[in-house]
């Protein structure tokens, strides 16, 4: 009897669920041979600690937060600028020791000649001491990643000195350079107890004209500088520069300590430089008057601030704390000011985050200083669950420039949507030179459209969707109404395409189907929607069901037997010796968080490692490294660890270039590379801690410290408006509720019981081994009253455990006649 009403089930089962496309025996064997076959015995080791690059130069401190140095970067006889540490506020930038300073949206440049406007850096100068003298002096170099103060040390027969340089973080229009001299012995006379400087000379440049310079305030100097040629419409700039009268020569006589200071205050806001050069000045006075430096207690007062807001923090090695400090600081130092003390206009928008930060960018610099797709893919991952409110700043960019995006869509030959640049300035405009196959690199409407959901989902920001200033809503729906546009039906595939473009693989250009580009299309089409309904818009109207069904019916270039996506369409033709130059396939899986199942993933990791050019980018590693902690390949995912900064960091300053030791450009590439510190910031906080950002929960999958370390601490770590602290450790995680915002939120674990716990301000939870390692998430009760974002394409049966190709089904057919067969029986 049991065997007969067994198998009646399973027939009418079957007969039910012809449609859904039950799977072939062929199927079900090729796909448990890869379920079951490709996860390969792994041996257990400790991934091998290689040196970081150096310079000939090493990291003398044992502090993790600052460097120390006897020795400073060379190159032929000269201090090698690539390698010394950047100061900035994200208004204004300078390289220690260069002759540059760049200001927040001043350029110079027609079209793709446009780069960052080069300003004489008027108080950066060393300390010379006569030859006798410096034949005994011992000179130390120290740079503080907490206060962004670079300290020289010099320690002479006559006294101690002091010569600290700093780009102000309250004041935003300051660089500041200080000399404290501490007389050691009496000398003979006050001749031989003197410093000199040297001073750049102010005239009209490559890049400014030099229109007008008169004294202030009784010996401090105005200059005014325009640029010479504007990125568009030709409207140039002007820019304002006060400086005190510098000094030449500081002697130490019969005073125990002696001060100086040289101030240099820049903006285009001519009064707003004077108003903070005087206050700069008037601090630095009174201190001095007091033997206190009270501008500098400020500006370390400042970064604390910004530092207690939020930060990633490891114990338990030097090496990697280090590397986690001072990524932070160069990308923070580089973030909107929005903490200072007299932000900028709001008509001088922070021109969004290059690759190299604030402090590099001229016309000889990689780059120029312009924004690129990786400001919203690499750099914003790694800030928005610590300054979610600089990630918005950020954003607003890409919103600024939104008309020449709509222009630049209308030009491309599509009425609806924006289309973004692949390198862009002041104006929004394509201003890249010589690059005729990036006008195809569509995955930057995907990347932007792609930070747009991460910081939605992890603040609600109603502001950022109500404040018209920003236009969220637009960002987010115009930057996937073009990519949906740009989908057409094949009807031979019986899918929708997306032809003739460039992935960020770099080496195959103009391409169909890039796996990357059409996934993120899709997510952007899928999340458009959503947001549209956040936006208290029409939601049916603006993403109409035609572009849901681009979403749902996209072509993925996959190979159904081997279980793994090609990067492109007929990649898989192609010799097998071509390599790829970078990330790209294996993004699917981290950022993108794709919904397939985890065997593809492997499979991607594992052919694609053999495809990645060994000379690649700081932009790779990092990824591979999610991906294998992701499913679980912690051996692997060490290895890839070690491999994302070994090769990219200088010593001693921990200053990450483009491209590593084993690349023939290295010494072309850029340095002060954010996109590379982002990357290795992102392996920890979405690798090891086990981060996800949800549409609508935070997911925490099986939280590990990172490799060598004992702890991750996420420190002043926002959800939704909520501040906690969060530290990992091998045996548990702790999490400490700081503070709650406008939601309530509960935390559940993914263990059996499934249990629910209210968080709440003051309450500490404690996650046990176990339970951390089945996972967790946070999520508001409060939901948002919009259909969840879809976020699958239909593809064949096996792809994913939720999702089959011809029919939205959450759980496989297949999969529910063996549950329902096997329950039948047990009644039975």
């Given at each position: 009897m049991k065997f007969y009403l067994g198998f009646f089930v399973i027939t009418a089962l079957a007969i039910f669920c012809n449609a859904f496309q039950i799977p072939s025996f062929e199927d079900v064997r090729q796909s448990w041979g890869n379920l079951v076959g490709s996860k390969k015995p792994v041996k257990k080791q400790r991934a091998k600690r290689s040196y970081q690059r150096s310079t000939g130069t090493g990291d003398e401190s044992s502090t993790p937060t600052e460097a120390q140095t006897s020795t400073l970067p060379m190159k032929n006889g000269k201090i090698n600028l690539r390698y010394m540490p950047t100061l900035g506020n994200g208004?204004?930038?300078?390289?220690?020791?260069?002759?540059?300073?760049?200001?927040?949206?001043?350029?110079?440049?027609?079209?793709?000649?446009?780069?960052?406007?080069?300003?004489?850096?008027?108080?950066?100068?060393?300390?010379?001491?006569?030859?006798?003298?410096?034949?005994?002096?011992?000179?130390?170099?120290?740079?503080?990643?907490?206060?962004?103060?670079?300290t020289e040390k010099i320690e002479c027969?006559?006294?101690?000195?002091?010569?600290?340089?700093?780009?102000?973080?309250?004041?935003?229009?300051?660089?500041?350079?200080?000399?404290?001299?501490?007389?050691?012995?009496?000398?003979?006379?006050?001749?031989?107890?003197?410093?000199?400087f040297t001073y750049p000379q102010v005239n009209s440049t490559n890049d400014l004209s030099l229109v007008s310079k008169r004294s202030v305030d009784g010996g401090s100097l105005r200059y005014i500088m325009k640029t010479k040629e504007a990125e568009q419409d030709g409207k140039t700039n002007e820019v304002s520069i006060y400086m005190n009268d510098p000094i030449n020569d500081?002697?130490?006589?019969?005073?125990?300590?002696?001060?100086?200071a040289v101030l240099m205050a820049v903006d285009k806001d001519g009064s707003a430089a004077y108003n903070e050069f005087k206050k700069g000045m008037l601090l630095m006075e009174r201190g001095f008057e007091k033997e206190q430096d009270f501008l500098l207690e400020e500006h370390i007062e400042h970064w604390k601030k910004?530092?207690?807001?939020?930060?990633?923090?490891?114990?338990?090695?030097?090496?990697?704390?280090?590397?986690?400090?001072?990524a932070q600081y160069y990308i923070y130092s580089s973030l909107p000011p929005v903490y200072a003390h007299q932000r900028p206009s709001r008509e001088d928008v922070y021109l969004g985050m290059s690759r190299v930060g604030s402090?590099?960018?001229?016309?000889?610099?990689?780059?120029?200083?312009?924004?690129?797709?990786?400001?919203?893919?690499?750099?914003?991952?790694?800030?928005?669950?610590?300054?979610?409110?600089?990630?918005?700043?950020?954003?607003?960019?890409?919103?600024?420039?939104?008309?020449?995006?709509?222009?630049?869509?209308?030009?491309?030959?599509?009425?609806?949507?924006?289309?973004?640049?692949?390198?862009?300035?002041t104006s929004g405009k394509d201003v890249t030179p010589n690059c005729p196959d990036c006008a195809n690199r569509l995955y930057v409407n995907g990347a932007i459209a792609f930070a747009v959901r991460t910081f939605f989902s992890a603040t609600r920001d109603r502001d950022y969707i109500t404040n018209l200033e920003y236009k969220g809503c637009d960002l987010m729906i115009e930057s996937a109404r073009y990519l949906a546009e740009k989908a057409l039906y094949d009807p031979k595939k019986g899918r929708y395409v997306i032809n003739e473009v460039t992935g960020p693989d770099e080496y195959h250009k103009n391409i169909n189907n890039n796996a990357f580009t059409n996934v993120l299309a899709s997510l952007a089409i899928h999340y458009a929607r959503y947001f549209a309904c956040q936006c208290e818009k029409p939601e049916a109207e603006i993403i109409p069901e035609t572009y849901i069904q681009k979403a749902l019916y996209m072509y993925l270039p996959f190979d159904i037997s081997r279980r793994l996506h090609y990067q492109f369409e007929g990649f898989q033709d192609r010799p097998p010796s071509e390599r790829v130059s970078q990330a790209?396939?294996?993004?699917?899986?981290?950022?993108?968080?794709?919904?397939?199942?985890?065997?593809?993933?492997?499979?991607?990791?594992?052919?694609?490692?053999t495809k990645t050019d060994q000379s690649t980018s700081a932009l790779t590693w990092s990824f591979f490294t999610v991906g294998w902690k992701w499913i679980e390949?912690?051996?692997?995912?060490?290895?890839?660890f070690?491999?994302?900064?070994?090769?990219?960091?200088?010593?001693?300053?921990k200053v990450w270039t483009e491209y590593g030791d084993h690349s023939n450009v290295q010494n072309e590439g850029a340095v002060n590379f954010l996109p590379g510190m982002g990357g290795f910031l992102q392996s920890i906080i979405f690798g090891f801690a086990g981060v996800r950002i949800r549409p609508e929960m935070l997911e925490f999958h099986n939280p590990i410290p990172a490799p060598d370390t004992d702890k991750i601490k996420l420190l002043g770590f926002t959800y939704l408006g909520a501040k906690m602290d969060i530290e990992i450790t091998e045996d548990r995680v702790i999490i400490k509720v700081k503070s709650l915002g406008l939601y309530p939120l509960k935390l559940k674990r993914n263990n059996t019981e499934g249990r629910e716990e209210e968080l709440e301000r003051g309450k500490t939870i404690e996650i046990d081994e176990q339970d951390k390692a089945k996972g967790f998430y946070i999520f508001s009760p409060e939901g948002t009253g919009c259909e969840h974002p879809r976020d699958y394409v239909y593809m064949p049966w096996g792809y994913s455990p939720f999702i089959n190709s011809a029919n939205i089904v959450r759980i496989s057919p297949f999969y529910i006649i063996i549950l329902v067969a096997a329950l039948i029986m047990k009644i039975t």
């Open positions: 208004h204004l930038g300078a390289t220690v020791y260069s002759d540059a300073v760049y200001l927040n949206g001043l350029f110079n440049g027609a079209g793709d000649k446009s780069h960052r406007a080069k300003i004489p850096a008027l108080t950066m100068s060393r300390a010379k001491l006569r030859e006798d003298n410096e034949k005994t002096a011992q000179r130390k170099f120290n740079f503080d990643s907490r206060t962004g103060v670079f027969d006559f006294a101690n000195i002091e010569h600290k340089i700093y780009v102000h973080a309250k004041y935003i229009r300051l660089l500041v350079s200080t000399i404290k001299m501490t007389k050691r012995q009496i000398t003979g006379s006050s001749s031989s107890g003197k410093i000199t500081l002697s130490i006589g019969f005073r125990k300590v002696e001060y100086a910004i530092w207690d807001a939020g930060r990633l923090e490891v114990e338990g090695d030097l090496i990697i704390s280090k590397l986690v400090n001072f402090a590099w960018g001229g016309a000889n610099d990689p780059y120029k200083g312009h924004v690129m797709w990786d400001s919203e893919m690499y750099i914003i991952p790694s800030v928005v669950l610590f300054h979610p409110e600089h990630v918005k700043h950020m954003l607003w960019y890409r919103g600024h420039v939104s008309a020449n995006a709509k222009v630049a869509a209308e030009a491309d030959g599509i009425t609806k949507g924006n289309k973004y640049p692949w390198r862009s300035g790209d396939t294996i993004m699917l899986g981290y950022p993108l968080n794709w919904n397939m199942s985890m065997d593809i993933y492997r499979n991607d990791l594992e052919y694609y490692e390949e912690t051996s692997k995912a060490k290895s890839f070690l491999k994302s900064y070994q090769d990219f960091v200088v010593q001693p300053f």
